[in-house]
């Protein structure tokens, strides 16, 4: 795999146009089971095939579990200078339901121990709506990681897809997620703890210290294009996107036999609209009506809606940026997609 990860690395080596590469992401599965070597010779061949900004950040998803004094100091060889950790909870019977492999000691541990070996730049993950937690729960989880002197914190809302372990649960009865109601009041408690304790929410779901945005993310909600490598991987250069195999066989089979291993959507006019729409209006970096200017040509109805909006105080307007008020992130997917333009 990882062989075969650094062949699709120098064969996409035009994809992003000799752009300086300022941010490196190591995600999307258990990242954290590779070991040092592993990870040095993936960053060295990303440096080798492309310019990779001397102060990059390079992130490494890991799960509290995986975390120990000899896993840490590895990964700070190898390079990787940010960690994002998969905490979701303090909660002992969530995690056990959740079918997390850490427990509630190691996710109260695990960033005092990252930061023993040096890292200082740290992000948790933190999960709401969760069925039976408390408003009071919750708080007590936001103020926990607040304790731990972390940089950044995602909060994501439980959502129960199909074809899971979850949604089987809750159908059959044995969970009983959290209402809108729940879910929403446990939102604005965590706007609200994070607001007072010097944390800024820059997307529905992000926050962080000033200065300490996470730049892979946030290129993006700022639709910067982007190259993904590996199984399932996605990939944007602003007027397409890709996807590669997501079975590992098949992937690895595939590079080495120099076969397709991807396939592309050519995006159109409004495609490329309406992406702009999804991922500025998740962000207080907002969307600027120039560049949705360049993909079509603003009409009536559009205008109208956008009053309506601001009529309603869900939407701000600043010279040329158009953002989401506190109450409107609440519902940002929905705005966005009702302001999308169809095509034809």
């Given at each position: 795999?990882?062989?075969?990860?650094?062949?699709?690395?120098?064969?996409?080596?035009?994809?992003?146009?000799?752009?300086?590469?300022?941010?490196?992401?190591?995600?999307?599965?258990?990242?954290?089971?590779?070991?040092?070597?592993?990870?040095?010779?993936?960053?060295?061949?990303?440096?080798?095939?492309?310019?990779?900004?001397?102060?990059?950040?390079?992130?490494?998803?890991?799960?509290?579990?995986?975390i120990s004094l000899e896993s840490l100091q590895q990964w700070k060889n190898a390079g990787i200078n940010r960690l994002s950790i998969g905490i979701q909870s303090f909660k002992e019977t969530d995690l056990n339901w959740m079918n997390r492999a850490h427990n509630a000691f190691e996710a109260e541990n695990c960033v005092a121990l990252a930061k023993s070996v040096g890292f200082e730049n740290l992000s948790v993950d933190l999960i709401y709506g969760l069925p039976g937690l408390t408003n009071e729960e919750w708080e007590k989880h936001i103020i926990k990681v607040i304790a731990?002197?972390?940089?950044?914190?995602?909060?994501?809302?439980?959502?129960?897809?199909?074809?899971?372990?979850?949604?089987?649960?809750?159908?059959?009865?044995?969970?009983?997620?959290?209402?809108?109601?729940?879910?929403?009041?446990?939102?604005?408690?965590?706007?609200?703890?994070?607001?007072?304790?010097?944390?800024?929410?820059?997307?529905?779901?992000?926050?962080?210290?000033?200065?300490?945005?996470?730049?892979?993310?946030?290129?993006?909600?700022?639709?910067?294009?982007?190259?993904?490598?590996?199984?399932?991987?996605?990939?944007?250069?602003?007027?397409?996107?890709?996807?590669?195999?997501?079975?590992?066989?098949?992937?690895?089979?595939?590079?080495?036999?120099?076969?397709?291993?991807?396939?592309?959507?050519?995006?159109?006019?409004?495609?490329?609209?309406?992406?702009?729409?999804?991922?500025?209006?998740?962000?207080?970096?907002?969307?600027?009506?120039?560049?949705?200017?360049?993909?079509?040509?603003?009409?009536?109805?559009?205008?109208?809606?956008?009053?309506?909006?601001?009529?309603?105080?869900?939407?701000?307007?600043?010279?040329?940026?158009?953002?989401?008020?506190?109450?409107?992130?609440?519902?940002?997917?929905?705005?966005?997609?009702?302001?999308?333009?169809?095509?034809?």
């Amino acid at each position: 795999m990882i062989s075969a990860i650094a062949a699709e690395l120098r064969s996409r080596k035009n994809y992003l146009k000799n752009e300086r590469i300022n941010s490196i992401y190591f995600g999307g599965g258990t990242p954290s089971i590779l070991n040092q070597n592993e990870l040095h010779l993936l960053l060295n061949e990303a440096k080798r095939t492309y310019e990779v900004d001397e102060s990059a950040e390079i992130t490494l998803e890991a799960n509290p579990d995986d975390i120990s004094l000899e896993s840490l100091q590895q990964w700070k060889n190898a390079g990787i200078n940010r960690l994002s950790i998969g905490i979701q909870s303090f909660k002992e019977t969530d995690l056990n339901w959740m079918n997390r492999a850490h427990n509630a000691f190691e996710a109260e541990n695990c960033v005092a121990l990252a930061k023993s070996v040096g890292f200082e730049n740290l992000s948790v993950d933190l999960i709401y709506g969760l069925p039976g937690l408390t408003n009071e729960e919750w708080e007590k989880h936001i103020i926990k990681v607040i304790a731990m002197g972390v940089t950044h914190i995602s909060a994501y809302c439980l959502t129960v897809e199909e074809k899971t372990v979850l949604n089987s649960l809750v159908k059959n009865g044995s969970i009983v997620p959290a209402n809108e109601e729940t879910q929403s009041e446990q939102f604005l408690i965590l706007v609200k703890v994070l607001a007072e304790n010097g944390f800024e929410q820059y997307e529905v779901s992000n926050f962080c210290k000033p200065t300490h945005e996470a730049l892979h993310n946030s290129n993006y909600w700022k639709s910067e294009p982007y190259l993904g490598v590996g199984p399932s991987a996605h990939s944007f250069n602003l007027t397409s996107r890709s996807w590669n195999i997501k079975n590992n066989q098949q992937y690895i089979k595939a590079i080495c036999e120099g076969l397709n291993f991807s396939e592309t959507e050519i995006l159109s006019k409004e495609d490329q609209f309406n992406e702009l729409l999804l991922t500025g209006l998740r962000t207080n970096f907002g969307v600027s009506i120039s560049s949705l200017e360049k993909c079509l040509a603003l009409n009536e109805l559009f205008w109208t809606q956008i009053e309506a909006l601001k009529n309603q105080q869900l939407m701000i307007q600043e010279m040329d940026v158009l953002t989401l008020s506190k109450v409107g992130m609440l519902q940002a997917d929905r705005i966005a997609s009702n302001l999308f333009q169809i095509k034809g």
